[in-house]
């Protein structure tokens, strides 16, 4: 069973409440987003691997360490995932990025592809799912389900809010993927709302009700 991970860090723990008051703006709550998912990748990726190379500085020749390869990727889930993009940008701007859209069918209510997008080489690289809220987990599901049947293997899913419903389910369809949460919260309500929660996270990132 892969690893769910629920940080404790001060800033995230603070940038996170703000982000929950319902008189955040638009523009603030955008900014929010992209802070926090800069400083959870910042941990997410403490095990990445290094390599040895050689270099000059100003002062002498030296051997240190840089990331081996440039094999990251990150896929948000459309739409409010392409909210937490810009803070991995940030942190790498190498990293390559794949689109992937899921809307649910109203009838059959399994989850259905509109849209998918990937890198090439996908076999190859550390690739995190994003999404501001796993709620049901149903669309989490979905989107690594349809990452894996374009050769996805190394897959982490990193979110803002997780209610534990969403965590058991997504744990249960693909025990392989690691879990990065900025908060855990309490549990869904009657609409599948996450309660305390933050309200509509793609409502809030483009001022669309």
């Known amino acids: 069973m892969a690893n769910v991970y629920v940080f404790d860090h001060p800033l995230i723990k603070h940038k996170t409440t703000l982000m929950r008051m319902k008189e955040t703006g638009t523009k603030d709550f955008r900014q929010l987003v992209r802070e926090v998912a800069m400083l959870m990748l910042f941990e997410a990726t403490r095990n990445l691997p290094t390599e040895k190379v050689h270099i000059e500085t100003p002062m002498c020749e030296a051997d240190m360490e840089m990331l081996a390869g440039e ?18 940008l940030d942190l790498i701007p190498n990293a390559k990025v794949g689109h992937v859209g899921v809307y649910r069918d109203p009838e059959t209510h399994k989850p259905v592809e509109y849209y998918c997008k990937m890198p090439e080489n996908l076999d190859k690289r550390k690739i995190f799912v994003t999404d501001p809220m796993l709620a049901t987990g149903g669309s989490a599901v979905a989107a690594i389900d349809f990452i894996k049947q374009r050769g996805g293997k190394d897959i982490s899913f990193m979110c803002m809010i997780a209610a534990p419903e969403g965590i058991e389910v997504l744990q249960k369809a693909h025990p392989d993927v690691d879990i990065y949460i900025a908060a855990k919260d309490e549990r869904l309500n009657e609409q599948a709302y996450i309660l305390p929660g933050l309200g509509d996270a793609g409502d809030r990132i483009f001022g669309t009700k």
């Open 71 to 88: 094999d990251i990727a990150v896929v948000p889930i459309l739409r409010a995932g392409l909210g937490m993009v810009d803070g991995f």
